[in-house]
């Protein structure tokens, strides 16, 4: 039970002015409370006006769970705005939310729906501050018991800590038990005599005022069973007590185990990033001290080592090793200044082993935190792999996620050997966070046997990336272009309207663009040092295709129209039906690979499908394309061309966006989105 107020105000002075207004309050999961038996009215008071000057105020209660306001305001033009204090008395139905509805019936006011509070189930929470893992006796750590009201826990009642499996059981030995909240402040020391699975003791204390809590501390658990492991649960119970089961912790075999600090968030690390005076410096780029390295944009999660028992990590000369993938290099760490393990990388060893041993005693409890950078054309999960002599066990934990600085995508066209000027599609750069690109320079690099004719224009389109429109220029097949404002929220950049010059003697096929520069990867050096790699690019992406010499007689191909959601095409005048019709999804159009293919005059022998490997293979003329299932590559002519979606069976046919139907099958696409077609 409790008393909520709801406060309506004037928006403007005299609104309610020389009327009589009616509305309506009900309650949701809650009703007018009962007092000494008797269902309790809500009231209402005018915080600025009242009856001496002319206002009159009732409120009536026609149910359990409505209530009707009457509020009739003197004429008056003072700009004071009218405040109505409601107060409801009210008692709680079931658990949830408990709301306040407000029924305008036609006046100023205005109608809605308000929380008033959220009722919980049972009259205490349970909870437990982490958990432990051990081998031995173990002191799990603090369970907290929290009332849901005031007076929830009674003085007298019996509360039960019980473990659940009966092969654990509580040492025997001292446990503090401490009152908080509304009991006030009180320690107590309660005693298990013998080792048992229960622990129980008495209440004697009753909160007033506030909620009450109780902690109880220094439970040793213990296994009766040496072969046992595993999760160990507890329930805790008792007269006024909301039963609960949960976990306090896991036995475990001899070992180290190796996880990461759970209070931090999941590093994302920017592909081909080098930033920071510790990255910068020197000779040599390892790194280790006490007072910790600062550069966010290399700093991974914390991995944080334990022994499950003493020595389960042995001395040295023994030792692990922290294996990342091939394209990280570690370039700093930060350990703990009394961390009895030693961290470095060895002589002809690559920065992406780091050899760990045992250097003093002590049971190893640690925290070890890497700095890393990243190649510029890898994404995925940093990983960390730790094996080695030292250890009885394995492990591995992701550290972080190496993410792309841009996101770079294109509208492949087709091209004709030998002529100039010819006009290729659009590339986008699309920032994957804000301040991806740095104000530095970007570079699009054609293949070498491209030329630049006609400078595009570079534009951005969203976000508030600022590019130095004077440093746009091209030079034979590379655009350059550079930043001269960082973003505050992930930006767009579109190069359009773009021409190119072909030599003749290129073969059929398709052509990729680079996309590279300073803005985009600091971390390249042909030399690999101070933890850079021999790669300055960080996408290489199909933008066109050579189809036919200049010089070659073509004629345009017949006209092909599919409907989104129809089995019926057209091919040229004649209508044609497909067994699964084109559909949307995830705003990606997916068409027939087979009836698309068909409709532009692949017979039927040359499309094959691989039972065993799931894979469609089609020829046409001098092109062979392949996708497989499930799989977001699709090979054409050998060159793997990356999709932003999967390959998908529907109705026993294999369906693929309709922009890489196109790439497998040399075929333009348009689309008409007043008819779908």
């Known amino acids: 039970?409790?008393?909520?107020?709801?406060?309506?105000?004037?928006?403007?002075?005299?609104?309610?002015?020389?009327?009589?207004?009616?509305?309506?309050?009900?309650?949701?999961?809650?009703?007018?409370?009962?007092?000494?038996?008797?269902?309790?009215?809500?009231?209402?008071?005018d915080s600025v006006y009242d009856a001496a000057n002319g206002s009159v105020i009732t409120i009536n209660r026609v149910s359990d769970t409505e209530a009707e306001v009457t509020y009739k305001r003197a004429t008056t033009n003072d700009t004071t705005e009218a405040v109505l204090d409601i107060n409801l008395p009210v008692e709680v139905q079931g658990e949830g939310e408990v709301k306040v509805i407000v029924d305008a019936d036609g006046t100023p006011i205005s109608s809605g729906e308000y929380v008033i509070a959220n009722a919980a189930a049972g009259g205490t929470v349970t909870t437990i501050v982490d958990t432990v893992d051990f081998m031995d006796d173990e002191t799990i750590e603090t369970i907290k018991i929290e009332e849901t009201s005031v007076g929830a826990i009674k003085n007298g009642g019996k509360i039960k800590v019980r473990l659940q499996d009966s092969d654990f059981e509580w040492k025997a030995g001292s446990v503090t038990v401490t009152y908080a909240g509304g009991f006030g402040s009180v320690t107590q020391t309660k005693t298990i005599s013998s080792n048992d699975r229960d622990f129980e003791f008495e209440v004697d204390q009753e909160s007033s005022g506030s909620r009450g809590r109780i902690y109880i501390e220094g439970l040793v658990v213990s296994s009766t069973d040496e072969d046992k492991y595993g999760e160990?649960?507890?329930?805790?119970?008792?007269?006024?007590?909301?039963?609960?089961?949960?976990?306090?912790?896991?036995?475990?075999?001899?070992?180290?185990?190796?996880?990461?600090d759970q209070d931090d968030d999941m590093a994302e690390l920017f592909s081909g990033r080098y930033e920071g005076s510790g990255a910068a410096a020197a000779d040599t780029a390892i790194y280790q001290s006490d007072e910790g390295i600062t550069e966010d944009e290399h700093e991974l999660v914390t991995l944080k080592i334990k022994e499950s028992v003493e020595g389960a990590w042995?001395?040295?000369?023994?030792?692990?090793?922290?294996?990342?993938?091939?394209?990280?290099?570690?370039?700093?760490?930060?350990?703990?200044?009394?961390?009895?393990?030693?961290?470095?990388?060895?002589?002809?060893?690559?920065?992406?082993?780091v050899t760990v041993k045992r250097h003093d005693n002590g049971k190893i409890d640690e925290d070890v935190t890497f700095y890393v950078s990243v190649q510029a054309d890898k994404t995925g999960d940093i990983e960390a792999k730790i094996s080695g002599r030292a250890i009885p066990t394995e492990g591995k934990v992701v550290l972080g996620k190496a993410i792309q600085t841009v996101k770079v995508e294109t509208e492949p066209t087709n091209l004709k050997l030998g002529l100039k000027n010819q006009e290729i599609g659009?590339?986008?750069?699309?920032?994957?966070?804000?301040?991806?690109?740095?104000?530095?320079?970007?570079?699009?690099?054609?293949?070498?046997?491209?030329?630049?004719?006609?400078?595009?224009?570079?534009?951005?389109?969203?976000?508030?990336?600022?590019?130095?429109?004077?440093?746009?220029?091209?030079?034979?097949?590379?655009?350059?272009?550079?930043?001269?404002?960082?973003?505050?929220?992930?930006?767009?950049?579109?190069?359009?309207?773009?021409?190119?010059?072909?030599?003749?003697?290129?073969?059929?096929?398709?052509?990729?663009?680079?996309?590279?520069?300073a803005a985009i990867v600091s971390n390249n050096d042909e030399n690999e040092a101070d933890g850079k790699f021999d790669e300055e690019k960080i996408a290489k992406v199909v933008i066109a295709r050579v189809i036919t010499p200049a010089d070659d007689n073509t004629t345009a191909g017949q006209e092909v129209n599919f409907v989104i959601g129809k089995t019926e095409y057209k091919v040229g005048e004649e209508t044609k039906t497909a067994d699964v019709a084109p559909y949307i999804k995830?705003?990606?159009?997916?068409?027939?690979?087979?009836?698309?293919?068909?409709?532009?005059?692949?017979?039927?022998?040359?499309?094959?499908?691989?039972?065993?490997?799931?894979?469609?293979?089609?020829?046409?003329?001098?092109?062979?394309?392949?996708?497989?299932?499930?799989?977001?590559?699709?090979?054409?002519?050998?060159?793997?061309?990356?999709?932003?979606?999967?390959?998908?069976?529907?109705?026993?046919?294999?369906?693929?966006?309709?922009?890489?139907?196109?790439?497998?099958?040399?075929?333009?696409?348009?689309?008409?989105?007043?008819?779908?077609?």
């Open 1 to 45: 039970k409790f008393n909520a107020t709801v406060k309506l105000k004037e928006k403007d002075a005299n609104e309610f002015a020389g009327g009589t207004y009616n509305f309506v309050l009900s309650l949701e999961n809650g009703k007018f409370k009962d007092t000494n038996g008797d269902n309790a009215d809500p009231t209402v008071t």
């Open 232 to 260: 160990v649960k507890v329930k805790v119970s008792g007269t006024d007590i909301s039963d609960e089961t949960m976990v306090i912790g896991e036995r475990v075999d001899y070992g180290v185990s190796f996880k990461v």
């Open 314 to 353: 042995l001395a040295s000369p023994r030792k692990a090793e922290i294996e990342f993938p091939s394209w990280v290099k570690v370039i700093g760490m930060d350990v703990d200044s009394d961390s009895k393990l030693d961290f470095e990388i060895e002589d002809g060893k690559d920065r992406n082993v």
């Open 426 to 517: 659009k590339i986008t750069l699309t920032e994957t966070k804000e301040e991806a690109l740095k104000e530095k320079e970007v570079k699009v690099v054609l293949d070498e046997d491209f030329t630049w004719n006609e400078t595009p224009e570079v534009k951005v389109v969203n976000g508030d990336l600022e590019i130095d429109e004077d440093s746009i220029e091209t030079n034979d097949n590379e655009l350059t272009f550079t930043i001269k404002g960082e973003s505050t929220e992930a930006s767009k950049i579109e190069i359009t309207g773009g021409t190119v010059d072909l030599v003749r003697y290129l073969p059929e096929g398709d052509y990729e663009v680079e996309v590279k520069g």
């Open 586 to 677: 995830d705003g990606r159009t997916m068409l027939s690979l087979r009836f698309a293919a068909e409709a532009i005059g692949v017979a039927n022998e040359d499309i094959m499908w691989d039972g065993v490997t799931r894979t469609v293979t089609i020829f046409k003329g001098d092109r062979i394309a392949q996708v497989k299932i499930g799989d977001n590559k699709l090979t054409v002519n050998g060159t793997t061309i990356t999709m932003d979606t999967v390959a998908e069976i529907k109705d026993g046919r294999t369906m693929l966006p309709v922009r890489f139907v196109a790439q497998a099958l040399g075929a333009d696409v348009d689309w008409d989105g007043a008819t779908r077609t």
